[in-house]
């Protein structure tokens, strides 16, 4: 049942139309992921659906008493507020509900969300912490349809985790704009995609919406392949300079410019770049034991590295933690309390904050990318700053615009372009990920595949850290960093074999201790019980069955592409038979690490 509807909306801003009588419904309880390049209307369209903005045409019907709670990217605050009233605002009206109560709900969802001093003045706090104090007030009021832009940015993984959760058990309908792919994967069960002023809609989370849309762009193709060769026909006669004379001439040349305008862009035009970057000598960036602190507390302790050419680091850590101090470090921004920084000759760094302000407001786009180079070497290609902005998804018209009509994420996308049009061979990234878009994210990712030179990276976004990490930084309490071999996915790892680990470590003596002494590498005997046997025999039937099961419900899917509410249970179904798979791999890489520690044993 719809809650609210969306009927033949426009919105215009200057001259630029951003949504051209878009029709859309939105169902109880529906979980809705909204994406499109920065800059497309996707911001637009929640301030619209929450009552922020009015349409320039068509209607917008809301269920009557619907409640609707709005996380914007920037919410305003009351600056004398302290952090555990303005998480509370307008809750305590909520009939029924004791104070005390609704304090520890909120204390609780603040802590969740790293937030612990609730006495702290709104106007002390950070962007960051701001935006997370609002997260936690649009959590506490009760909500019918919930609308959150960008609720991942200023969250760390951990923060993440829990708010995944939490709206995987939210009842009531959400609708989203994020760039954190995994998090529409485990929230979304419809993507929703903003593109050239219209609305396409995709049941399913982000997986499906990638394989639906890539469906959707080759048959665009096989029309206008239809369309060519009546195109030419058309092209040739136009060409000959005919002139509207009679009616059918007329409907001739209308015909023609019909076929040019619906003409499909793919989404995927120029996304692919050369890496460019200068020389990189054999002497990078060297931190020898390293300490700092911020006030009384210690955010690096005796830290040493030499940073490899072609290093791929990726910073993870609590917020606040000193992954940013580290960045600034490294840039030569802060001198640490102790130890040495050395920065080799050739270096040449490209440092993007985690906020692009400051920027030139009266300035033209192209004159902006400019002002570091008219053209970049790319490898063996000489690209200009039009073609560069091309490629970051600034079409040619737009580049003449100032940058005081660009969105902030447009913004971010331009300050992006313009630190590696300088064609750094050191990147450090703080943050990235932040007001970027998804397909923006794409384009930066497959450059790094190219680029030649290091790359540091603090980032939030899980997906992003598994596509360019080899390595990543661990920052734990005391100023202690530890470092582990391999992407985001492979540290979540090692970090719950550790978790494990200490669990065993810290239980009080039992009988039977064969697994532990496994993990402490004692030399008493190992083996199978009964029923780990059993489960070693059986376990590759079952994964396969599963296999098998998932290849039939995938097919089962694509025939009930027009079936919503199918279409829905059969997702819902994929999503525990992928968790139940996965499970399985788990389970199936212990007892075949055990296997192999008992062959090892019986070779002694």
């Given at each position: 049942?719809?809650?609210?509807?969306?009927?033949?909306?426009?919105?215009?801003?200057?001259?630029?139309?951003?949504?051209?009588?878009?029709?859309l419904g939105i169902d109880e309880g529906e979980k809705i992921g909204l994406l499109g390049i920065n800059g497309s209307g996707k911001s637009t369209l929640l301030k619209l659906i929450a009552g922020m903005?009015?349409?320039?045409?068509?209607?917008?019907?809301?269920?009557?008493?619907?409640?609707?709670?709005?996380?914007p990217q920037n919410p305003p605050f009351d600056p004398e507020a302290i952090v555990l009233d303005a998480a509370l605002n307008g809750v305590s009206r909520i009939e029924g509900m004791d104070t005390w109560i609704l304090e520890s709900d909120a204390k609780g969802i603040l802590t969740r969300l790293g937030m612990q001093d609730f006495e702290a003045r709104m106007s002390q706090l950070s962007g960051g912490q701001r935006k997370r104090v609002a997260m936690a007030a649009a959590l506490m009021n009760p909500a019918d349809l919930l609308i959150l832009d960008e609720p991942t940015n200023h969250l760390d993984n951990q923060a993440i985790d829990w708010l995944e959760k939490y709206l995987q058990r939210f009842k009531g309908a959400l609708l989203m704009v994020t760039h954190d792919r995994y998090f529409l994967e485990r929230v979304s069960k419809r993507i929703i995609?903003?593109?050239?002023?219209?609305?396409?809609?995709?049941?399913?989370?982000?997986?499906?919406?990638?394989?639906r849309k890539l469906e959707r762009e080759e048959k665009e193709v096989a029309q206008a392949n239809k369309k060519q060769v009546l195109l030419r026909k058309e092209l040739a006669w136009i060409r000959k300079g005919a002139r509207a004379r009679s009616t059918k001439q007329k409907a001739r040349i209308e015909r023609y410019e019909k076929l040019e305008e619906d003409k499909p862009r793919s989404s995927g035009e120029n996304l692919q770049i050369s890496s460019a970057a200068s020389r990189l000598g054999k002497k990078t960036i060297i931190l020898e034991d390293i300490s700092h602190s911020y006030q009384t507390e210690k955010l690096i302790e005796g830290y040493s590295c030499i940073l490899a050419r072609d290093e791929r680091l990726g910073l993870v850590g609590p917020n606040g933690i000193g992954k940013s101090t580290l960045l600034r470090i490294m840039n030569g921004e802060i001198i640490p309390n102790q130890g040495n920084v050395e920065i080799g000759s050739t270096v040449k760094i490209g440092y993007f904050p985690q906020e692009s302000t400051g920027l030139p407001d009266e300035m033209r786009?192209?004159?902006?990318?400019?002002?570091?180079?008219?053209?970049?070497?790319?490898?063996?290609?000489?690209?200009?700053?039009?073609?560069?902005?091309?490629?970051?998804?600034?079409?040619?018209?737009?580049?003449?615009?100032?940058?005081?009509?660009?969105?902030?994420?447009?913004?971010?996308?331009?300050?992006?372009?313009?630190?590696?049009?300088?064609?750094?061979?050191?990147?450090?990234?703080?943050?990235?990920?932040n007001d970027l878009d998804i397909e923006t994210l794409t384009i930066l990712e497959d450059y790094l595949d190219d680029f030649p030179g290091a790359v540091v990276a603090v980032s939030h976004d899980r997906y992003f850290l598994d596509r360019i990490s080899e390595k990543i930084l661990a920052f734990e309490d005391g100023g202690k960093l530890v470092e582990y071999p391999g992407n985001y996915s492979d540290y979540l790892l090692y970090s719950a074999g550790k978790q494990e680990n200490k669990y065993y470590q810290n239980r009080d003596p039992q009988p039977?201790?064969?697994?532990?002494?496994?993990?402490?590498?004692?030399?008493?005997?190992?083996?199978?019980?009964?029923?780990?046997?059993?489960?070693?025999?059986?376990?590759?039937?079952?994964?396969?069955?599963?296999?098998?099961?998932?290849?039939?419900?995938?097919?089962?899917?694509?025939?009930?592409?027009?079936?919503?509410?199918?279409?829905?249970?059969?997702?819902?179904?994929?999503?525990?038979?992928?968790k139940r798979q996965d499970d399985l791999l788990e389970r199936w890489t212990y007892l075949n690490e055990m296997a192999e520690d008992i062959d090892k044993q019986r070779n002694q």
């Open positions: 049942m719809n809650i609210l509807v969306i009927d033949n909306v426009s919105k215009t801003y200057g001259d630029k139309v951003l949504l051209q009588e878009i029709c903005e009015e349409p320039d045409q068509g209607q917008i019907v809301r269920n009557r008493h619907l409640r609707i709670e709005y996380l995609e903003v593109e050239r002023g219209h609305l396409y809609s995709y049941p399913g989370n982000y997986s499906i919406y990638l394989e786009v192209i004159d902006y990318i400019r002002e570091v180079g008219e053209y970049l070497q790319a490898g063996k290609k000489l690209l200009s700053a039009s073609q560069m902005l091309e490629t970051f998804l600034f079409s040619p018209a737009s580049q003449w615009t100032s940058l005081q009509k660009l969105s902030g994420g447009e913004k971010r996308r331009l300050h992006l372009l313009r630190i590696l049009m300088g064609a750094p061979n050191v990147l450090l990234l703080d943050e990235p990920g039977d201790r064969k697994k532990n002494d496994r993990e402490e590498g004692k030399s008493k005997l190992i083996r199978f019980s009964f029923k780990e046997q059993k489960e070693f025999e059986e376990i590759d039937d079952k994964i396969a069955a599963v296999e098998d099961e998932l290849k039939e419900l995938t097919a089962r899917i694509n025939q009930a592409a027009s079936d919503y509410q199918l279409l829905e249970k059969l997702t819902i179904i994929r999503q525990e038979l992928v």
